[in-house]
């Protein structure tokens, strides 16, 4: 087992919970970005070179120069939060109102930094890149990243290795498997527009809260009739305004969602169904509707078949890991698009909890994060070797 040095497990459990008290909504990560820098720039400088991106002010990259590089190996971490107001209860807990690390960021972050700071005590033989980034949870950070070239000339990793907690997992396992780990997102916008008017009179409007509850529950055959059940997908729209007040008929409705799919066919079939059935909806409510589809970077996380064969078969033969082959996921990433241009393996760590990812009560457990550390530490040292 690899030991922690600067950044011992006490201190990366504390790092955890500051960034737990300061979460931060996609592409605003500002008190998140200082904190890391801060926590950066106090590990031992000798190998290690800071890169910012103008245009993408939250992110850090971090070079640890290699002894005899035979490659360069990125490890990349999400940082922001999402919109939840938290009730954990926490000591701890979210000191941003309606915002919350409901996803699990804070602990990545403290993992990254574990491994880190171990490398900054121990020169790698490979080039090493850290990439801690904003914007997974929406806006594509990963995505904008690359495209303003984030990973060019001497920041470019051959390989790229990235981790989600699992609160399904004991705290400190390993999961991952061959293949797509997670599905590919799209998202949805969906606005109806018809006729505002008195409640008492439905003769002289259209009520687009109707229309849209028609299409609500219209959309979800798509799933159980259009597509084939054994490939599977998601439909979930989380959310709905329309109205004003109980007794003014609504002209408009606007509807947020995300369509989920474990193959790019599979989530552009949904799309057009989705499109077909807003557009029947509306005709039969002589409704007027406007649709948007985005799928930006969230494609689905395909993990290379001999970078993860290798991760796997190390993960697997070292006794101190507890290892677990999962299946794929229907949550979203966009570290499918960096994978979809830098080959590597995506995979889960657990942190053993009753609620689930996206709750207002989602406790991770902090004896996941050393196990972690020291699995992907070993693992890169590992890798090293090869
Ligand atoms: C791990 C996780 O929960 N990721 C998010 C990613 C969001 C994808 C995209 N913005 C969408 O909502 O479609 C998830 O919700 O799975």
């Avoid at 989600?164 to 599905?183: E, K, S, V």
Wanted: contains cysteine.
């Amino acid at each position: 087992m690899i030991t922690m040095t600067t950044l011992t497990e006490t201190k990366l459990i504390n790092i955890r919970r500051q960034l737990h008290k300061i979460p931060e909504l996609a592409l605003h990560e500002t008190e998140t970005h200082a904190l890391l820098m801060k926590i950066i720039g106090d590990l031992d400088q000798t190998y290690l070179t800071i890169k910012q991106l103008p245009n993408l002010p939250t992110a850090i990259l971090v070079r640890v120069s290699g002894s005899s590089p035979k490659r360069t190996i990125g490890y990349r971490t999400d940082i922001d939060a999402l919109p939840v107001t938290e009730s954990t209860g926490l000591s701890f807990a979210s000191e941003n109102v309606g915002v919350m690390h409901a996803c699990g960021h804070d602990v990545h972050m403290a993992v990254a930094l574990g491994v880190l700071s171990y490398f900054s005590e121990h020169q790698p033989t490979d080039n090493l890149i850290f990439f801690f980034q904003p914007a997974e949870e929406s806006e594509n950070g990963g995505k904008l990243a690359y495209e303003q070239g984030a990973f060019t000339d001497d920041w470019r990793p051959d390989e790229f290795y990235g981790l989600h907690d699992n609160p399904d997992l004991p705290a400190g396992a390993i999961g991952c498997r061959m293949g797509t780990l997670f599905a590919g997102t799209t998202e949805v916008n969906v606005d109806f527009e018809g006729q505002g008017g008195h409640a008492a009179y439905p003769q002289d409007a259209n009520d687009m809260v109707v229309a849209a509850a028609a299409f609500i529950s219209q959309v979800q055959t798509i799933i159980s009739r259009s597509i084939d059940p054994i490939e599977g997908g998601v439909i979930t729209l989380g959310k709905l305004e329309a109205g004003t007040i109980r007794n003014v008929i609504a002209g408009h409705a606007h509807i947020e969602g995300t369509i989920r799919g474990l193959t790019q066919t599979m989530i552009e079939r949904i799309d057009e169904r989705l499109k077909d059935v807003a557009a029947g909806i509306a005709r039969s409510f002589n409704a007027q509707v406007n649709v948007t589809l985005n799928q930006g970077g969230y494609l689905p996380v395909e993990n290379n078949p001999d970078l993860t064969k290798r991760f796997i078969t190390y993960m697997k033969e070292t006794p101190t890991i507890h290892f677990v082959e999962t299946e794929p996921a229907m949550t979203g990433e966009d570290f499918g698009y960096l994978l979809s241009k830098i080959p590597g393996t995506m995979f889960w760590l657990g942190v053993e909890d009753e609620s689930q990812l996206h709750s207002a009560t989602l406790t991770p457990k902090e004896s996941g994060i050393e196990p972690g550390v020291s699995a992907i530490t070993g693992f890169i040292e590992n890798r090293m070797n090869a």
